[in-house]
């Protein structure tokens, strides 16, 4: 298997500009995590689903922000408008959901917003 | 909630040494899982080892090895005859185990470990 999927790997976009994140999990994995990670925070859950289905939106940091799990091969993490302070990497991760299991990550999206 | 605690914002380590790096975590859950990811430069986040918490045995997994202390939450990563390789960030981190918990992982801050030659 390929493993979990990011693209872009890295993105720089002017302020204002709407940003697309996108993730394809490894098959079968019931389970698709958004994290984002910054010097200040460190990493930190912005949304999980279960089965394609949004389960925690907590972490999600305003309404700017918004994740969709269409089928269960990929998701998105969009950003609309983006912001300075939304620079940061955005890890994507997955796993099934036998007990025990780790979650398996991207190699990240590393987005600057100027 | 639970928390992660990662209070070493670095350590050093000479290759062929040992070096121990210190986690502690606060939950009122007794069932749950413990994780110790490596990100390299790369920024790939990779498994390292993990620990079930009902299980009293410390894993391992070649020249990594933990030292889970379940009374005082503590839960350390011990690398072997480190090498250049292991140089990276290290992250400790819970998940809980509780049937219908919440399914994330909680993070430290992380520590940075370089490996001198």
């Known amino acids: 298997d390929a493993g979990v999927i990011q693209s872009p790997r890295h993105e720089v976009t002017e302020m204002g500009q709407e940003v697309t994140l996108r993730c394809k999990p490894i098959s079968g994995h019931d389970y698709l995590f958004w994290y984002r990670q910054t010097m200040m925070r460190g990493l930190e859950l912005l949304i999980y689903?279960?089965?394609?289905?949004?389960?925690?939106d907590s972490g999600m940091p305003e309404d700017r922000f918004s994740a969709k799990m269409p089928n269960a091969s990929f998701s998105t993490l969009k950003i609309q408008p983006s912001e300075p302070r939304d620079s940061a990497v955005y890890f994507c991760?997955?796993?099934?959901?036998?007990?025990?299991?780790?979650?398996?990550f991207g190699q990240g999206t590393r987005l600057t917003v100027v | 909630a639970q928390t992660v605690t990662q209070s070493q914002p670095e350590m050093s380590v000479q290759e062929a040494e040992t070096v121990t790096l210190s986690c502690t975590y606060d939950t009122s859950e007794s069932d749950y899982y413990l994780f110790w990811y490596k990100q390299p430069p790369s920024r790939q986040m990779i498994l390292v080892i993990r620990q079930e918490a009902y299980k009293q045995q410390n894993a391992t997994e070649n020249r990594f090895s933990v030292n889970f202390q379940k009374a005082a939450k503590s839960f350390s990563l011990k690398i072997s005859d480190s090498q250049l390789g292991d140089a990276a960030m290290y992250f400790c981190?819970?998940?809980?185990?509780?049937?219908?918990?919440?399914?994330?992982?909680?993070f430290g801050k992380g520590i940075t470990l370089s490996v001198r030659p």
């Open positions: 991760a997955s796993r099934l959901r036998p007990r025990g299991t780790e979650a398996f």
């Open positions: 689903f279960n089965n394609n289905v949004p389960i925690d």
């Open positions: 981190a819970y998940r809980s185990a509780r049937t219908g918990a919440n399914s994330k992982l909680t």
